[in-house]
Nanobody
Framework: QVQLVESGGGLVQAGGSLRLSCAAS????????MGWFRQSPGKEREFVVS????????YYADSVKGRFTISRDNSKNVVYLQMNSLKPEDTAVYYC????????????WGQGTQVTVSS
Protein backbone atom coordinates (compact mmCIF):
# COMPACT_ATOMS: atom_id res chain seq x y z
CA GLN A 1 0.00 0.00 0.00
CA VAL A 2 1.10 3.53 -0.76
CA GLN A 3 -0.47 6.58 0.86
CA LEU A 4 -0.34 9.91 -0.92
CA VAL A 5 -0.99 13.30 0.67
CA GLU A 6 -1.17 16.46 -1.40
CA SER A 7 -0.58 19.94 -0.06
CA GLY A 8 0.06 23.44 -1.32
CA GLY A 9 -3.25 24.30 -2.87
CA GLY A 10 -4.96 27.61 -2.31
CA LEU A 11 -6.34 30.77 -3.84
CA VAL A 12 -4.19 32.78 -6.21
CA GLN A 13 -4.77 35.52 -8.74
CA ALA A 14 -4.39 34.91 -12.44
CA GLY A 15 -0.75 35.06 -13.42
CA GLY A 16 0.37 33.88 -10.03
CA SER A 17 2.15 30.71 -8.95
CA LEU A 18 1.64 27.81 -6.59
CA ARG A 19 3.68 24.75 -5.78
CA LEU A 20 1.90 21.55 -4.94
CA SER A 21 3.55 18.72 -3.05
CA CYS A 22 2.66 15.05 -2.90
CA ALA A 23 4.21 13.08 -0.08
CA ALA A 24 4.25 9.31 -0.38
CA SER A 25 4.36 6.93 2.56
CA UNK A 26 3.84 3.26 3.14
CA UNK A 27 5.46 0.86 0.71
CA UNK A 28 7.93 3.32 -0.73
CA UNK A 29 10.92 1.05 -0.80
CA UNK A 30 10.78 1.05 -4.58
CA UNK A 31 10.39 3.77 -7.11
CA UNK A 32 7.39 4.17 -9.37
CA UNK A 33 5.86 6.48 -11.90
CA MET A 34 3.77 9.31 -10.50
CA GLY A 35 1.37 11.78 -11.95
CA TRP A 36 -0.90 14.75 -11.33
CA PHE A 37 -4.48 14.96 -12.44
CA ARG A 38 -7.16 17.58 -11.91
CA GLN A 39 -10.90 17.77 -11.85
CA SER A 40 -13.11 20.82 -12.18
CA PRO A 41 -16.78 20.90 -11.17
CA GLY A 42 -18.90 19.21 -13.78
CA LYS A 43 -15.92 17.90 -15.70
CA GLU A 44 -14.13 14.60 -15.83
CA ARG A 45 -10.79 14.17 -14.22
CA GLU A 46 -8.03 15.03 -16.65
CA PHE A 47 -4.35 14.22 -16.91
CA VAL A 48 -1.94 17.04 -16.14
CA VAL A 49 1.56 15.62 -16.01
CA SER A 50 3.52 12.47 -15.17
CA UNK A 51 7.07 11.66 -14.23
CA UNK A 52 8.90 8.36 -14.40
CA UNK A 53 10.43 6.56 -11.45
CA UNK A 54 13.78 8.32 -11.61
CA UNK A 55 12.57 11.66 -12.88
CA UNK A 56 14.19 11.29 -16.26
CA UNK A 57 11.04 11.47 -18.37
CA UNK A 58 8.08 13.77 -18.03
CA TYR A 59 4.87 14.16 -20.00
CA TYR A 60 2.66 17.23 -19.92
CA ALA A 61 -0.83 17.94 -21.09
CA ASP A 62 -0.79 20.56 -23.83
CA SER A 63 -2.82 22.89 -21.65
CA VAL A 64 -0.04 23.21 -19.08
CA LYS A 65 3.12 22.89 -21.18
CA GLY A 66 5.50 25.73 -20.54
CA ARG A 67 3.69 26.76 -17.36
CA PHE A 68 3.81 23.72 -15.07
CA THR A 69 6.87 21.75 -14.03
CA ILE A 70 6.91 18.40 -12.27
CA SER A 71 9.86 17.19 -10.26
CA ARG A 72 10.56 14.59 -7.62
CA ASP A 73 12.86 14.12 -4.67
CA ASN A 74 13.17 10.39 -4.15
CA SER A 75 15.21 10.89 -0.99
CA LYS A 76 12.13 12.51 0.56
CA ASN A 77 9.49 10.52 -1.35
CA VAL A 78 7.94 13.75 -2.57
CA VAL A 79 6.74 14.88 -5.98
CA TYR A 80 6.27 18.56 -6.71
CA LEU A 81 4.17 20.44 -9.20
CA GLN A 82 5.31 24.00 -9.80
CA MET A 83 2.51 25.94 -11.43
CA ASN A 84 3.29 29.34 -12.96
CA SER A 85 1.26 31.78 -15.01
CA LEU A 86 -1.90 30.33 -13.58
CA LYS A 87 -5.17 30.90 -15.38
CA PRO A 88 -8.76 30.77 -14.11
CA GLU A 89 -9.25 27.60 -16.16
CA ASP A 90 -6.60 25.90 -14.02
CA THR A 91 -9.06 26.01 -11.12
CA ALA A 92 -9.65 22.44 -10.00
CA VAL A 93 -8.98 19.85 -7.37
CA TYR A 94 -5.53 18.47 -8.07
CA TYR A 95 -4.81 14.83 -7.35
CA CYS A 96 -1.55 13.00 -7.04
CA UNK A 97 -1.35 9.41 -8.29
CA UNK A 98 1.25 6.66 -8.11
CA UNK A 99 2.04 3.17 -9.35
CA UNK A 100 0.71 2.05 -12.69
CA UNK A 101 -0.84 -1.38 -13.14
CA UNK A 102 -0.38 -3.55 -16.21
CA UNK A 103 -3.05 -1.51 -18.00
CA UNK A 104 -1.15 1.71 -17.35
CA UNK A 105 -3.74 2.94 -14.87
CA UNK A 106 -2.69 4.54 -11.61
CA UNK A 107 -3.46 2.45 -8.56
CA UNK A 108 -3.01 4.86 -5.66
CA TRP A 109 -4.53 8.32 -5.34
CA GLY A 110 -4.34 11.17 -2.90
CA GLN A 111 -7.31 13.00 -1.45
CA GLY A 112 -6.75 16.07 -3.59
CA THR A 113 -5.96 19.71 -2.95
CA GLN A 114 -8.03 22.63 -4.17
CA VAL A 115 -6.48 25.21 -6.47
CA THR A 116 -8.55 28.30 -7.21
CA VAL A 117 -7.36 30.94 -9.64
CA SER A 118 -9.24 34.22 -9.60
CA SER A 119 -9.46 36.49 -12.62
Amino acid sequence: QVQLVESGGGLVQAGGSLRLSCAASGRVNRRYDMGWFRQSPGKEREFVVSIDSIGGSTYYADSVKGRFTISRDNSKNVVYLQMNSLKPEDTAVYYCAAVRNVLGQYVYWGQGTQVTVSS
